[in-house]
Structure formats: C-alpha cells, structure tokens
C-alpha cells in the first residue's frame, strides 16, 4: 500500500472514532512493523498517547483529516438538532434552519477545529443527547481525555415585547468560561407558546 494512502486511512480511522484506534493500535501494527514491545496498553485496553510511526503528515492529509472531522460533527449536529426539536417544532422550524442555521453551526464547528493540530482532533467528542424540556443545550464538543467542554451549542426561546416566540441559536466557548453568547441565527415561531423541546 502505497504510504500517503496508509497515512490518509489511519488518520481518517483515528478521526471516525475518535481516537480509540490510534496508529499505535494493533490492528495497524503488522502493516506498520511495530514491535509487540512498543504496543502499550494492548493488554490493559489503553491506547499509547504517543504515535509509534514517526512521519511528517503531508498538508492535505491534514486538511483532509480536519474536513473529515467537520463534516462529522456536522452531521451529528443536525441529528441531535432535529432530535431536540421534536417532530412538533421540527415539522415547523426544520427547513429553515437547515438554510439559515446549519451553516453557522458548521462554520463555527471548522472555527474550532482550526484551533487545534490536526493529530489532537481525535480527543475531540460530541455530547450524545440533547435536552429535553425547556433547557437550552442541543449538544456541547468536549475534550475527551479531559472531559472540558471546548463549545457549547444551545437555542433559548424568547419573547420580545409585543413579538410572537422566537428560537435564539447560539454557541458559548471555553475562552471566555462560556459568558459570551455569539448568535447563529434565529427563527420565528409564533404568538402561541411552543412546545417542550422533544415533544411528539
């Protein structure tokens, strides 16, 4: 196998899931000719930190890992969206933030990844369910290993005077300890209060 296609697999593998095959893992390391020595954590289930295969990542291996990353959590941002929303308000609101918000979720997304290397992307986790009720959060990305979240992504329900309800969409990060609220959009409801977040 030719090295810049091993070099695009493995970081595309790391990327998927999230680390937990790493190319110190063992499935890679008969293609790699690792020495079972160096294969810590194999019997205790733990990954090393460190990568045994010391190579110089070319840039568009490494773009493309970061776009892979972008992507993924883009899809995983609009599933727990809609499963937030509920098919009652999603049957409402859907098409319009596919168009309006979506792309500012995705853009704040590819924000945050350009503030990391691309080999640390792989400790970057997404939150698994979105609230319910009337909490704000959708989802939050974290840092895996230490369990801090990096951005958070919430939509808060407003009523401005003499306006109908309004979904405010929005995202907080860890560089202000989470004070600042920079708007992704925001969409129009109407006079009537809106259901709870996940009803059906």
């Known amino acids: 196998m030719k090295q810049w296609l ?11 899931t999230f680390g937990t095959v790493t190319p110190s893992h063992p499935v890679w390391s008969e293609e790699q000719g690792v020495a079972k020595s160096q294969q810590r954590g194999e019997s205790s289930g733990h990954t090393a930190s460190q990568p045994t295969v010391e190579t110089t990542i070319p840039t568009e291996v490494v773009k493309a890992g970061k776009d892979d990353f ?3 959590m883009t899809i995983e941002a609009e599933r727990q969206s809609i499963e ?4 009652k308000i999603s049957n409402v609101i859907e098409k319009e933030f596919r168009d309006v918000v979506l792309p ?3 853009a704040a997304i590819e924000m945050t990844a350009a503030q990391f290397p691309e080999e640390s992307l ?6 698994e369910s979105p609230s319910g009720g009337v909490s704000e959060k959708i989802f939050h990305i974290y840092n895996a ?4 979240d990096i951005i958070r992504f919430h939509v808060r329900r407003d009523k401005p005077p003499l306006e109908g309800y309004q979904f405010n969409f929005h995202y907080h990060t860890y560089h202000d300890h989470f004070q600042t609220h920079y708007t992704l959009g925001t969409i129009y409801w109407d006079k009537n209060t809106p259901p709870k977040w996940k009803t059906v």
């Open 145 to 148: 290993e230490t369990n801090k």
């Open 122 to 127: 792989s400790q970057l986790a997404i939150t």
């Open 6 to 16: 091993r070099k695009s697999l493995i970081i595309l593998v790391s990327i998927i």
């Open 84 to 87: 937030k929303f509920g098919p």
């Open 104 to 106: 500012n979720i995705e």
């Open 70 to 72: 972008i992507q993924t």
